[in-house]
């Protein structure tokens, strides 16, 4: 046992014996009286209980002493069960899970796939220690699309900023969701011609845009010019800057 542990459970052994002791006193003490029965011999006698004395009846000493006796026993259990004392710290003990757990930090919206290879870990292993840190809450895990992708949990942290911060990671959607905040009312064939893609293959990006709330459209005859959306505006603009 450790030497504060030690010292504890000899304060409270102590503090409890004290309060004890003096609420025995208190509560026994006959002032030097001999108390004998009032009810003649062979009459016969129906006991009466004392009346009972509350916790608030007790002497202002007592009340404060059993009170820190509790508040030293709750720390003297809490001492004995680390997880509940230090549970993350527990968590991230294990070198492989911090080592993941750093990654997603650093990098939000990567999928278990990419840790498996950037940081040359089995992808059993991978998959173990994410279940484990999902688990304890501190990472979520967002199905987008075809890939299951990885963010830190964070008060305040919403949907659209986990998928702003998977977009960023992407070079061609960057890119392209840089142009529209650059160029507001730009089309399919100018984002095409800027960057040298396929219309279908711009055309997909933008779907993708438009069903995760990045941008919105407004019709222009044929045309259909994007814009990126007011919800989104700072969303992206912080992921930019941060990615």
């Not at 014996?17 to 016969?44: E, K, L």
């Not at 508040?71 to 911090?98: C, H, K, Q, T």
């Not at 986990?162 to 507001?184: C, F, G, K, W």
Request: proline share 4%; net charge positive; with cysteine.
């Amino acid at each position: 046992m450790k030497t504060w542990h030690l010292l504890l459970t000899v304060a409270i052994v102590a503090l409890t014996v004290a309060v004890a002791a003096g609420v025995f006193n208190m509560t026994g003490d006959t002032g030097g009286y001999i108390v004998t029965p009032a009810t003649p011999p062979g009459a016969s006698a129906v006991a009466k209980d004392a009346p009972a004395e509350s916790y608030w009846d007790l002497p202002l000493w007592v009340q404060i002493a059993s009170a820190v006796d509790s508040l030293l026993i709750m720390g003297w259990l809490v001492s004995f069960f680390p997880p509940v004392a230090g549970r993350i710290e527990n968590v991230l003990d294990n070198r492989n899970r911090y080592r993941i757990f750093s990654y997603v930090q650093k990098n939000p919206g990567c999928t278990p796939a990419e840790i498996t290879t950037r940081q040359n870990m089995k992808n059993g292993t991978v998959k173990y220690h994410v279940q484990m840190l999902e688990a304890e809450g501190m990472i979520v895990l967002k199905r987008m699309g075809k890939f299951t992708r990885l963010f830190r949990s964070a008060s305040g942290s919403s949907d659209l900023e986990r998928v702003a911060a998977t977009y960023v990671r992407n070079e061609t959607s960057r890119s392209l969701l840089q142009a529209i905040m650059d160029h507001p009312g730009i089309t399919n064939s100018n984002l095409a011609e800027q960057f040298q893609l396929d219309k279908s293959s711009v055309h997909w990006h933008i779907d993708r845009f438009l069903k995760d709330r990045m941008v919105r459209f407004e019709q222009d005859g044929k045309y259909k010019r994007y814009f990126v959306s007011d919800e989104a505006k700072g969303v992206l603009a912080r992921s930019m800057v941060s990615c």
